[in-house]
């Protein structure tokens, strides 16, 4: 059964780098059939895609982050990245990793970033 | 961009009665690339239908969805307790890739 487990700091100041990995154990991150993708939600309100990425490294993103997002793939390890730079307090949320096609069939748990100085 | 807008915003019903959610679009979908999603406090969403229709893995059949172009319902049949929570429709293929609508709440009446 396909897991996903995001990791990464809980706690980001304003104006740095924000750095989450999502670990992905149970099937193949380098299917064929599948894109890797980031999603986020504040506390509160509703989901946002962020940006989503292929085994061999092809991305797509968000263009509301204005290119602060960078996601990368690791595919020895069965690993993305994301990455979010300048962050601000509005980039407080939780982060998902999910398995994409045209729609997000599995997820992982999630992790609460605040980002606080 | 295309918008998705979901109404209600809240809907309260009783344990076995019908809840009917509506998703437009502010541009014609394909249906190919509609789904709905539930959400759970402090859970991830899960996938609960994909390509407007069809039910994911593992959905009980009271679930269900339909309609094409813009306009898109999410029909639960009989709300049993487990269901009383957030859902969401979802769009892929124009930028940004992948849209959500706001959400609609189903509560307990």
């Known amino acids: 059964q396909l897991q996903l487990q995001e990791s990464g700091p809980g706690l980001v100041k304003p104006s740095e780098t924000l750095s989450l990995t999502c670990t992905v154990s149970?099937?193949?991150?380098?299917?064929?059939?599948?894109?890797w993708g980031w999603i986020r939600q504040p506390p509160g309100k509703g989901l946002e895609w962020i940006g989503s990425?292929?085994?061999?490294?092809?991305?797509y993103y968000n263009p509301s982050l204005k290119s602060r997002a960078t996601i990368s793939v690791d595919t020895s390890k069965s690993q993305f990245s994301l990455k979010l730079s300048s962050v601000t307090a509005a980039d407080t949320a939780v982060y998902y990793c999910?398995?994409?096609?045209?729609?997000?069939?599995?997820w992982g748990q999630g992790t609460l970033v605040t980002v606080s100085s | 961009e295309i918008v998705l807008t979901q109404s209600p915003g809240t809907l309260s019903l009783s344990p076995g009665e019908r809840a009917t959610l509506s998703c437009r679009a502010s541009?014609?979908?394909?249906?190919?690339?509609l789904a709905w999603y539930q959400q759970k406090p402090g859970q991830a969403p899960r996938l609960l239908i994909y390509?407007?229709?069809s039910r994911a893995t593992g959905i009980p059949d009271r679930f269900s969805g339909s309609g094409s172009g813009t306009d898109f319902t999410l029909t639960i049949s009989r709300l049993e307790p487990e269901d009383f929570a957030v859902y969401y429709c979802?769009?892929?293929?124009?930028?940004?890739?992948?849209?959500f609508g706001p959400g609609t709440k189903v509560d307990i009446k």
């Open positions: 999910a398995r994409q096609r045209v729609y997000l069939g599995a």
């Open positions: 149970g099937g193949s991150i380098s299917s064929s059939s599948y894109y």
């Open positions: 990425i292929y085994y061999s490294g092809s991305t």
């Open positions: 541009q014609s979908v394909s249906s190919s690339y």
């Open positions: 390509g407007a229709s």
């Open positions: 979802q769009q892929y293929g124009s930028s940004p890739l992948l849209t």
